[in-house]
């Protein structure tokens, strides 16, 4: 079928719908919803039999739901409307959620439902819950109703009009009271707020927005001070406990729209004693290595994927430790929304000098690519459970085994960041993988890609359900072969490096982010600026709205 994807951004349910349909051979196009008109010439150009909206944010024109069958996808059960589905979900502590696909009609929500799914609800942020849980909630049912709009003759439910509509979440509601709320309180609010938009507190008589909150039950203080910092985080007290708070928006200004950094990039928090990981109870740790039956688990769920030159540099430290274990396999988790997103812009965004700052991120992750790439003691596998994107992608590719679990989606290309060449060994590591010819249609492309094609292309080895990764990783530490496996790796590498030296590729694509970040063209900062304070745009890029590019079809 020809669908249109009406949608605000091409978010990561956007991308994995993207996938999942042009994978059963439907043509897919996308236009963002950026003003009727435009969305009225998207639709006489593709001419779609069906149009879906995975992510929109307002209503679809009356003339195009009167002649066309549009699907909205609503993260909420039967019955629930309104914009802030997900986030009353979690206030309100349900049990089990959903997503329901509706027809677009005169009221928000109200159509009628071809399709929906349910879910047991998780303690998690809105954010991860909408990458897992929503997400493959939101693929069963849009399959489903494409099926039966493909086969006829299905009559689609009336929604429940009994269930009364659920306005915006508004900050009054979702505002912490420190000195009265316990830390599943302010934990459940901040989650319901995370990572949009965020819960708005006061700190030291300044306005921010908090994000990513984890609990804390070995430190207690005074309810709402702030008891300690650890890494970019703070901790502050609770009426029973404490909680770690990563990231912060600063209120915006009339000057100056503002973005999420991490935490001690926008706090003063000189003078709040350093708390070390080991001081028992439950606490926020951001890398954790576990070990079982011969093999190490190295975990980084780093927030929204995105690593700093300081979260680079502790990841390094614990991979070359992890390599000094008993075992012959180690295993990068990475987290379970992300694996990894490469550089981390907000903390580049909010740097003193952001093309300095960018310069030390990209040779703090070459690093530990280097070290991954290095190793000769322990066989490597990334094992992808979230989705990876630009630098995260190539990071991946650095270890020996690369696996992903089939609702992985994978970004490998840089040019939507301004036209960034990319470094992280990827002129070394790619074509090694996918030849010439796969470099030049991947980067080129700039389309996500499912894990399962990316499998078939060679790009990863792999796609092996989360499930089934230490089954995989244990087989190969608990090998006969594991030695020759080593010392293949080993005479691999020495080959590679006679040939041409890592170092010399590292040098090659430096050269070309030194001109990416300090050049003449500033693609990459204005890129990096937009993209952090999530600046609309004003027009579907071409690579995705496939309709507008004239005479290719
Ligand atoms: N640094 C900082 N924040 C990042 C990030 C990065 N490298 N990559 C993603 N994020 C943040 C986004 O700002 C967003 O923040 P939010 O919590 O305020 O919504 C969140 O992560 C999710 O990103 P989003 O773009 O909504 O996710 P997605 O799954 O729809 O798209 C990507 C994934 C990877 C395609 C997209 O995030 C992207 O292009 N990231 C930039 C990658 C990059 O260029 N890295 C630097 C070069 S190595």
């Not at 915006?168 to 901040?190: C, P, S």
């Not at 503002?258 to 709040?272: H, T």
């Not at 790009?459 to 089954?471: F, P, Y």
């Amino acid at each position: 079928m020809r669908i249109l994807f009406l949608t605000h951004a091409f978010n990561s349910l956007t991308q994995r719908l993207f996938v999942e349909l042009t994978t059963r051979g439907h043509d897919v196009s996308i236009e963002f919803d950026i003003n009727d008109t435009i969305t009225r010439e998207a639709v006489t150009l593709f001419r779609p039999e069906v149009i879906v909206a995975p992510y929109l944010r307002r209503a679809i024109p009356e003339d195009i739901w009167q002649n066309h069958a549009c699907l909205i996808v609503h993260p909420g059960i039967k019955g629930d409307r309104g914009p802030s589905a997900l986030d009353w979900a979690i206030m309100e502590d349900e049990t089990d959620w959903g997503v329901t696909v509706l027809q677009a009609n005169a009221e928000m929500d109200a159509g009628d439902i071809w399709a929906g799914d349910t879910f047991a609800m998780r303690t998690a942020s809105k954010s991860s819950l909408y990458r897992r849980e929503v997400t493959g909630a939101a693929i069963k049912a849009v399959l489903e109703a494409i099926g039966r709009i493909e086969a006829g003759g299905f009559v689609p439910e009336a929604q429940d009009l009994s269930v009364a509509f659920r306005p915006l979440l508004k900050q009054e509601k979702r505002a912490i009271d420190w000195a009265a709320d316990d830390t599943r309180t302010v934990l459940r609010r901040i989650c319901a707020a995370d990572g949009f938009p965020g819960v708005d507190d006061m700190i030291g008589g300044k306005r921010y927005a908090l994000f990513d909150a984890h609990p804390e039950t070995g430190l207690k203080g005074a309810p709402g001070e702030i008891i300690g910092r650890r890494h970019h985080a703070f901790c502050r007290a609770t009426t029973d406990g404490a909680v770690w708070v990563t990231h912060l928006k600063p209120a915006a200004t009339p000057e100056e729209r503002s973005f999420k950094r991490p935490a001690s990039m926008a706090l003063d928090l000189d003078g709040v004693p350093e708390i070390p990981e080991g001081i028992g109870g439950e606490t926020w740790r951001e890398i954790r290595y576990a070990e079982e039956g011969g093999v190490g688990y190295l975990h980084f769920p780093f927030y929204n994927g995105a690593m700093s030159t300081d979260q680079c540099k502790r990841l390094q430290t614990a991979y070359l430790e992890s390599c000094t274990k008993d075992t012959r396999v180690v295993v990068l988790m990475g987290g379970g929304d992300f694996w990894s997103n490469g550089m981390h812009l907000g903390a580049i965004e909010a740097a003193e000098s952001p093309a300095e700052e960018s310069w030390k991120n990209i040779n703090a992750i070459d690093d530990l690519c280097h070290a991954i790439l290095t190793t000769e003691s322990h066989l490597t596998i990334s094992a992808l459970r979230g989705n990876a994107g630009a630098g995260g992608v190539f990071l991946a590719l650095a270890a020996d085994r690369i696996v992903a679990a089939p609702h992985v989606v994978l970004n490998p290309h840089y040019k939507n960041m301004g036209n960034l060449y990319g470094s992280e060994y990827w002129t070394y590591l790619l074509p090694k993988r996918v030849g010439e010819s796969g470099v030049a249609r991947i980067m080129g492309r700039r389309l996500p890609i499912g894990a399962c094609e990316a499998a078939r292309m060679g790009l990863i080895d792999e796609c092996l359900e989360a499930g089934k990764i230490s089954q995989y990783a244990q087989t190969l530490a608990t090998g006969k072969n594991i030695t020759d496996l080593l010392a293949a790796k080993r005479n691999s590498r020495s080959k590679d490096e006679a040939q041409k030296p890592l170092a010399e590729y590292r040098k090659a694509e430096l050269e070309h982010m030194r001109l990416n970040f300090f050049g003449f063209d500033p693609s990459y900062h204005i890129a990096r600026y937009n993209f952090m304070r999530k600046t609309p745009v004003s027009r579907t890029p071409l690579f995705i709205a496939s309709h507008r590019r004239k005479g290719e079809k």
